[in-house]
């Protein structure tokens, strides 16, 4: 009777056996990559939302006690940072197209246009903090009768005649170019960048053809500042304290 190795059974039993031990290793290995690293299973939205998390400011609803929100406001927030859909599964757009969270920041065609009405809170809420400063704030002024351009805010005070255009962005909107880039060599603040980019290109000239102080306030949807604006708040408000200093010391000395 000849044994079943003399013919190779459990020679060919042995290699898949060997095979498939080998795959089911490469799938645990995989698997657990993508349980310690979730940038990689992300697609293109959800990984510049992943990404934009880390900028400075973006946790701040979550760490800073001045900010104040109630419940329905925390609750969307927290599911939006954490990529969990915010509207109810199978819930479609007036459009017609699927109420995901990035549809929702994007589209255009949204009744009562829910981005325009936060733009309007966030320019009177900037407003109103630059008055208790001690500024002026004019409300989308119209500087000249030849021009259309309508900057959100014009700021006035002691030895300042500056103006800012707010704009708030969505982390994950899809740009014309997409990189297949590593969780490092991400930028969290790309959508801010690009925004201000357009921005300035759009009123930076005629901004200094009329002696103006511009930059544009732009901010992602999660909270998060561009630091130029930071920059340029501290000069203006910089400059105030200064010309405060100086008349105060003026005074002093009559």
Same mark, same amino acid.
């Given at each position: 009777m000849r044994s079943p190795a003399s013919e190779g059974d459990c020679g060919v039993r042995l290699r898949v056996s060997w095979r498939e031990g080998k #795959?089911?290793?490469?799938? =645990?290995?995989l698997d657990a990559k993508h349980q310690s690293d979730p940038y990689e299973t992300l697609q293109t939205s959800d990984r510049k939302v992943f990404v934009? !998390? *880390?900028? +400075?400011? +973006?946790? &701040?609803l979550l760490t800073d006690p001045q900010v104040h929100a109630d =419940?329905?406001?925390?609750? *969307?927030?927290? @599911?939006? &940072?954490?990529? $969990? @859909?915010?509207? /109810?599964?199978? #819930?479609k757009c007036v459009c017609g197209a699927d109420a995901s969270n990035e549809h929702v920041h994007?589209?255009?065609?949204?009744?009562? !246009? /829910?981005?325009? *009405? &936060?733009?309007?809170?966030?320019?009177? *809420?900037?407003? !109103?903090?630059? &008055?208790?400063?001690?500024? #002026?704030?004019?409300?989308?002024p119209r500087l000249t009768e030849a021009s259309r351009r309508r900057p959100?805010?014009?700021? $006035?005070?002691?030895?300042?005649?500056?103006?800012t255009d707010v704009t708030v962005t969505y982390a994950g909107r899809v740009t014309a170019y997409v990189s297949e880039e590593s969780m490092e060599e991400a930028d969290p603040l790309r959508a801010a960048r690009d925004r201000l980019t357009q921005k300035r290109q759009k009123y930076r000239h005629w901004a200094l053809a009329n002696g103006l102080d511009f930059e544009p306030f732009v901010m992602l949807t999660n909270g998060a500042i561009h630091p130029a604006i930071r920059r340029w708040l501290r000069r203006i408000l910089g400059a105030r304290v200064?010309?405060?200093a100086g008349a105060q010391w003026v005074a002093e000395r009559q």
């Open positions: #795959q089911r290793a490469l799938t =645990d290995e934009s !998390n *880390t900028a +400075a400011g +973006a946790g &701040r =419940d329905k406001g925390f609750s *969307t927030y927290l @599911r939006e &940072r954490l990529l $969990v @859909r915010v509207l /109810p599964e199978g #819930q994007t589209c255009t065609r949204l009744q009562q !246009n /829910p981005r325009t *009405t &936060r733009h309007e809170m966030i320019s009177m *809420t900037f407003a !109103n903090g630059l &008055r208790l400063c001690g500024f #002026q704030c004019g409300m989308e959100d805010i014009l700021i $006035v005070g002691l030895d300042t005649y500056a103006i200064l010309a405060y």
